[in-house]
Structure formats: C-alpha cells, structure tokens
C-alpha cells in the first residue's frame, strides 16, 4: 500500500473519474443524515465507489464553504475534487444543461474571490431564486463562453446527458449543432459529452461536427448519498491531481481516457532506484512500470543514474566494447559511486514479489527477499536490456552476432547448459586418450626389454640354473601375481566408495513431490524414488563385504610374502652351492641371484605388454566413445542453431523492415584464426590452413579426416598432426560461431548509413515484445525527429503497457509525444547530482522539460510563434 500524499510515486496512474456529482446543497439531492457528519459520509461514498477524481456540478449552484471542506476531506483520502457548476445555459427549446469544470484559481487566489459565485450573479442576473430551481441563464452558449472568457481564468465545458431534452443534442436540431461545431471558442472549451447512449444519434452528431469530436465521459448524477459512483464508469490517466492533467486526459488524442478498467499486463519491472554516498547520495529515482525518461543537459548525471543501474544489476558490457569507452563507463560509475557507495535497486516480478538488490562498489550484488538475505537467488527480471550511449549502432564485426544474442536472452540457457556439459565430456574422454597416447613407445620399449631378459636368462638355462631355481622363481612370481590382484581390488573399493557417496547426495537431494491434479501418479513416483533411495544402503553392505575380501586379499599376500621370506635361508643356499658348481664346472663367473631377478623383472614386463594389450583395446573404445560424443556434441549446436532459426523467424516475422538471415558455422574467419592461435610455431602457412578451414565445417571434421589430411599435405603432414593432437581436447570442443546477415528493406544493414542503421536497430529491439525491461541511453543518438515520432514513439505508446522502458534523452519527442509516465530531471552543480521526480503532469517536470529540452520558455514560445508564421 502507498502512504496517503504518495498517490503518484510511480507516475501516471489510471483511475476512475465521475464528472457529474451533486451534494446536499443542491435542491434536487436528497439527505436524511445529519449535517454535522455530512463532509465525512460524502467521502466515504466516494471512496467506496473507488473515484479518485470528481466534479462538484450544483444545479446553478457553487456553494465556496462547503467545497473546501470537502475537497480538505477528500485530500486526506488522496481523492481530488474539482469545482464546477451544471449550468441551465438558455439556449434552444428547454435550455441546454452544461458542466463548467473551473481551475481552481477560481476560488483560490490572493484577492480570496470566488469568482465563480460572481459570474453566476452575471449570468442570472435580475433573476431570484435561480439557484434553486432550473431556472435558465442571461446568455445562449456561445454568450456564456463569452462571458466567462472575460474572467481570464482556465475553465472547460462538458455537456451533460447529451440526449435529453435539456441536453446539448436534445435541445438543438442539427442546423444549430454544426453552426457551434464551426465555432473556434465553442471547440476550444468544450472538452466532453456526458452519457451518450445512442450510437446513431453519436453518428449523425459526428456527421455535423466534421473532423471535430470531443471524448465522452460519464457521471453518476446522483441525487441520494447512495447514488454516488452509480453507472457507467469513465477512467482517466493522469500523474498528478491538477486541473491541466485532468483538461490534458480529456482531449481525444492524449489516448488518457477509457470506459472500461485498463487492465495491467503483468511483468516484472524495477520499482526504484537509490544511492548512498557518492555525487548521489541519498537520492532515490521511483519508477513506473511503463515508460521513464531521464532528462538533463550534457554533463547532468543522466548516463551515470543508468550505468549505476547497469554496474547493480550486473548486466553485461556488450563483449565489442573498446578499451576506451569500457573505462569510460567503469569509471563513470566510480565516479558516482564514490568509495564504499552503494546502489539499492528495488524490483517487483511477475507475481508481484518484491526484492531488493544490494551492490557496493567493487563488490558483488545481494538480492534480499522479505529483508533476507537470498545467496544464488537470480535478479527477477525477464530478458532485461541494456544499451548504453552508441551500443545500439556499431560496425564491428560481429555486431550483429552480439545483437540477436541479446535479442534472444535466455532462451537458449537451457540447450547451452547441456552443450557445457557435453563439451566436458568431450574433453574427459580426450584427457583419457592422452593418457594412453604413448602405448606404441612403451609397448616398443618392454618388448625390447623382455628379448634382453629373455636373452640373458637363455645364459642361465645352458648351464641348468633354471631347474634350480625354479621354486625361488615360482614364489616370486606369485607374489608379483598377488600383489597386483590386490591392487587391483584395492582401486576397486575406493572407487566403489566414492561412486555411492556421490550418487546418495543426488538421491537424498530429491524431495518428495506434491500434487493436487495428479496425486495418483505422483504417489507412485515417490514410492519408486523410496525404493531407488534403499540401493546404495544394500549397496552400502555389497561394499563392506567388497572391502572385508579386499583386507583378506591384503592378508593373503602377507602371508604368502611371509612364507617367502621363511624360505629366504634355503634359498640363499641353494644360490651359494650352485654358484660353487659352476666355479667349480669351468670357473664360470655366474651370479644365481640375477637369474632370480631377471625372472622378476620378465614377470613385471609381461605383465606391462598385457596391460599396454588391455588399454589398447581401451584406447579403441576411447576413440570409439569420442566420436560418439562428438557427434552428440555437434547435434546439440545443431539444435541450437535451430531453435536461434525458430526464434529469429518470430523476429522476423514481427516486423517487415528488418531481416535476419542466420549461416550456421558461418564464421570461417573465426575459425582460422582459432586454428592458426594453436598452431603458432608450427611453420605451417596460413593459405595451407585456409585450404584445410574452407573444405570442413569444424574442427570435428578436422579430426575425422585427419589421416587424409596429413597425406595430403605431404611432408607437413606429420607437423600438422603433432600440433592437432596437442591442442585436440581445445579444438574439438570449440564451436565455429554462426553468423547472422540483417537487412534493412532488402539491403544489408552495414551499407545503410549510421542514422538509418541506429533507426533500423531500434525499431526492431522495441518490436520483439519479449523483454520486461529495456533500457536504452540516449536512444535518439543518431536518429532524425522523423523517425523518432513517426515510428519509434508510435511504436512506444502502444508498447509500454507491456515492457518498462527506462530512456536517458535529449528529445523532447520521448518524454513529451511519448507522454512518459515518470521523469527525472538531472542537474550536477558543486559535485552533487540532483534528481527531480515527478509525472509530466506535475508542473514542476514540466518546467524542467521546457527549459532543459526546449531552451526555456522564451525559445520554446519563440519557435512556435515562427512554426505558426510558417503555417501561415
């Protein structure tokens, strides 16, 4: 709820307006309840009914006492009441009942006249009693005009029920009706007809007037307390609660006035904006939902309100910024800032939730939520967009890339997660690959080993130390053997072990789901998912048993190692006798302990070679596995690519000026550049590189030709392999980027001119109607005032009730012809910014947009007197 005096915080608002409203003083409305309390029960009708303005319109009648007292009432309820009178106007056959709505200057002024009760006296003059009964005035309707012309105040007119006899269409035939519709003053003051009913009779009046018509209100005309908001209701727009903005949502092309209650369109916005410390400090920007224009001469703090409000959210730079204007903008928001200043950003989300983002300089942002802190809850905004000033035209390459990237917004999250995700697969397999990358020279080299073994223990068998040794042999061996297995199993375990802790978190993760249309299926979901969450606790028992062997396993090779070492004596004797048997055979000069070792070393070789067998036929598998995924991996940028083709035809088809012509893997200039950054010191020429970029599509198929590739390139060939392979796990989880051609009316947006493209940009962003929040710094920049009101703020006013637009601007042409809900008017003088917040209804705003976007008053006034010489 709004404090009462705060009514219009967030700009303009619709709200009921009856125009037609009678009280006790007038003779025809009744009353039974006491005077005293009368002002308090009247408002609290009103307010019942939920009108936010009303008219007081006494049959010739305006009582000064009793108006003040309650329009004091009224204030405290944030209601505002106007004075008026519904004047019988003689003219015609039964006189012609007309509501005159006057300014309040009226009856407030220094002079403390009331002015209205003076030109009743005028106009019933001679006349007694006239205000308490339809008697009819002095003058006809154009001598009322006339008349109350000469008070030189503001006034408008609203003819009450039209098609009564007492009314305007009632009491004149058509002759009479188009002679008034020719009359300028008649056109100036007549602002409305209350309660038309008939359409044809609204036709045949329209048919009189010409191309002049004025809007149509209602009014409940009560004549009982109870008969207050009773009717057809009207509602107006308006930003502040003064005669001009209620005269201003009366006229026909202000598009302020309804007869049905304008439902909002639902969506998430920034409600405010506020600093502490820095050139802003305690300054607070309230938003409204719609549209909001920052306004200032050059230098006033209209780009640093919007880059702090950039730096909170923490919405990205565009990745083409240049150096200089990225420093710009950083220390813009420095500079604002100050040290230790913060940026408090209040949001509202499409269910109108209310959170509130914390950002200090140089620190991370906070999202509270009810007062508390929320760690990894996201900014509730929906496909926000920001431009700063020139983001919105550039003629870097890749510009366009970046466009329909920001375009598009979230709508490819989900496909790029799973993309990330796939690309670690790819680059897991291919760690694993380089892993085994050395087989050929590992298997090459135990070979060579175990022919040297071999040989030498041949030595040892000539002279019968094999027979020997056998059993010395044979335990080492076994224990080798063993001590592998247990390893093995040992690997096992722990592998086992951290497999089902990762997988129980999962599991445990999962809560239980709750419905209400699907209650049936969702039980069964939830007692599978109990089931499910029982299998790592009996797996939990299949790996204590697992580990209990793999401690016995342990055990065993003790023992067997144990058993070994007993025989370490006879052993021992065995090696002293047979080497006294070969001194003694021919002097042979023969250790017998080599032998053992030899054998211990051929154990251990051949166990290698059938490892290096085993993890060939892995590294088999491995391949095998990375073409699978890298086919997975292609297909999901594949379905990318589709789904940008889906969402740029939307694009297209929301408009026909703009098109977008997407290429997928387009980017072959990116794509050599990343093949040539891999492959800095190789020597190979880039028209070498080229020829292989230009005949595949990426480096996928790079990979999957690269045999016939290296052939063809002769002598290089074994080069570009050796580089290739070092960069693989890079290089086939890069994605050659797409690229995207936009025309503007059939012609590449690049060759148009920089006006013409910032026109073409514009208008496309605004067509898209997908994003809550568009954010845009100077959105004129480059643009003609053509352009801007014929087709940009066309396209605005019907757009805003949708998406929250937030301009910093220049032109008049936005806050103005855009008829901007809220405006802030900038000013930096002293090393202090100032902000002036308000509606454009507010008198205050529209001084500041007269003499910051017009030149004050003296040129404004000055360039309209030349305009109308020019007319002339």
Not at 300 to 306: I, N, P, Y
Not at 444 to 452: I, N, R, T
Not at 695 to 709: K, Q
Request: aromatic content about 8%.
């Amino acid at each position: 709820m709004l404090e009462k005096g705060n009514f219009f915080v967030h700009g303009s608002r619709w709200i009921r307006a009856d125009f037609h409203l009678h009280t006790r003083r007038d003779k025809e409305f009744k009353d039974m309840g006491s005077e005293k309390d009368f002002i308090t029960r009247y408002i609290a009708e009103i307010k019942k009914a939920e009108i936010r303005v009303g008219i007081i319109t006494n049959h010739n009648k305006f009582d000064r006492e009793e108006f003040k007292a309650l329009r004091k009432e009224a204030k405290q309820e944030d209601i505002y009441l106007m004075p008026g009178v519904e004047l019988s106007v003689k003219d015609g056959r039964n006189g012609i009942h007309t509501l005159v709505i006057f300014h309040e200057n009226w009856i407030d002024n220094k002079e403390n006249t009331d002015y209205i009760k003076s030109f009743l006296g005028l106009t019933f003059a001679g006349q007694t009693g006239y205000d308490n009964s339809n008697a009819r005035s002095n003058h006809d309707l154009l001598e009322t005009l006339r008349e109350l012309d000469k008070f030189e105040k503001e006034y408008l007119l609203i003819f009450a029920h039209v098609e009564d006899d007492s009314g305007l269409w009632g009491a004149l035939d058509g002759g009479r009706i188009t002679e008034l519709g020719k009359n300028e003053l008649f056109r100036f003051r007549t602002a409305a007809f209350q309660k038309v009913r008939t359409r044809d009779k609204r036709e045949k009046v329209k048919s009189w007037f010409g191309t002049w018509y004025p809007s149509e209100v209602e009014g409940s005309d009560p004549k009982t307390m109870h008969e207050i908001g009773r009717g057809e209701p009207t509602f107006v727009k308006i930003g502040a609660f003064t005669f001009e903005a209620v005269q201003f949502a009366l006229k026909p092309e202000a598009d302020r006035l309804s007869d049905k209650v304008i439902q909002k369109q639902v969506h998430s916005w920034v409600r405010s904006v506020s600093f502490e410390g820095g050139i802003l400090d305690g300054k607070r920007l309230d938003l409204s939902d719609e549209m909001n224009c920052l306004i200032g001469i050059r230098g006033s703090g209209k780009s640093a309100v919007l880059e702090c409000l950039r730096f909170a959210l923490e919405f990205p730079l565009p990745e083409s910024t240049e150096e200089l204007d990225l420093k710009y903008k950083q220390d813009l928001v420095r500079f604002a800032l100050g040290s230790g200043g913060k940026v408090v950003v209040h949001l509202e989300d499409a269910q109108g939730r209310h959170f509130e983002v914390r950002r200090i300089l140089n620190e991370r942002a906070d999202i509270y939520f009810d007062g508390e802190l929320r760690p990894g809850v996201r900014i509730p905004l929906k496909n926000p967009l920001f431009f700063g000033q020139k983001e919105l035209v550039k003629r870097g390459e890749g510009s366009e890339r970046e466009l329909v990237e920001r375009l598009l917004g979230s709508k490819l999250d989900a496909i790029r997660r799973e993309i990330a995700s796939q690309r670690q697969r790819v680059i897991d397999v291919v760690a694993n690959l380089n892993k085994l990358k050395n087989l050929d020279t590992l298997e090459q080299e135990y070979q060579s080993k175990s022919k040297d073994t071999e040989f030498r223990l041949g030595l040892f068998r000539k002279y019968g130390v094999e027979q020997q040794l056998r059993r010395q042999v044979g335990f080492n061996a076994d224990v080798t053997h063993a001590r592998r297995v247990a390893d093995v199993v040992d690997a096992f375990v722990r592998s086992f072990d951290t497999f089902l802790m990762e997988q129980e978190s999962e599991l445990v993760a999962q809560s239980k789901l709750e419905s209400k249309e699907n209650a049936d299926i969702i039980a069964d979901i939830n007692a599978i998912l109990d089931k499910i969450r029982k299998a790592p606790a009996d797996a939990r028992q299949v790996l204590s048993e697992a580990r209990n062997d793999a401690r016995v396993l342990r055990e065993k090779l003790t023992e067997l190692e144990r058993r070994r070492e007993a025989l370490k004596d006879d052993f021992a004797a065995i090696e002293r006798k047979l080497s006294e048997q070969l001194q003694q055979a021919g002097g042979i000069s023969i250790r017998p302990d080599d032998f053992v070792k030899l054998n211990t070393e051929l154990q251990k070789t051949k166990l290698a070679l059938e490892e290096i067998t085993k993890s060939r036929l892995r590294k088999n598998a491995l391949r095998d596995e990375l073409l699978k995924e890298l086919k997975r991996l292609s297909g999901m940028w594949h379905q990318e690519f589709k789904q940008i083709e889906t969402e740029i035809k939307k694009l297209n088809e929301s408009q026909t000026a703009l098109r977008i012509i997407p290429h997928y893997k387009g980017d072959k200039v990116a794509f050599l550049k990343e093949l040539q950054n891999h492959f800095r010191g190789s020597k190979l020429r880039e028209a070498t590189l080229k020829s292989i970029i230009d005949s595949h599509a990426d480096f996928i198929s790079v990979y999957e030709g690269l045999d016939t590739i290296c052939i063809n390139l002769g002598d290089s060939g074994d080069i570009f392999r050796k580089y290739f392979n070092e960069a693989k796990a890079s290089l086939l989880s890069w994605q050659v980027p797409n690229i995207f051609q936009i025309e503007y009316h059939g012609k590449e947006l690049r060759d148009h001119s920089l006006g013409q493209r910032a026109s073409a940009l514009i208008l496309f962003i605004l067509s898209q109607r997908d994003n809550d929040v568009i954010i845009i710094d100077q959105p004129e920049d480059d643009l003609d005032n053509q352009t801007i009101f014929e087709d940009v703020i066309k396209l605005l006013r019907s757009l805003k009730k949708g998406i929250q637009f937030i301009f910093a601007t220049h032109n008049a042409n936005f806050p103005v012809l855009g008829d901007a809900e809220q405006i802030g008017a900038c000013a930096f003088a002293g090393g202090i910014a100032d902000i002036q917040i308000g509606s454009i209804d507010e008198p205050g705003i529209q001084k500041a947009i007269v003499s910051i976007m017009e030149g004050g008053h003296e040129a404004f006034a000055r360039r309209k007197e030349i305009y109308q010489l020019w007319k002339q």
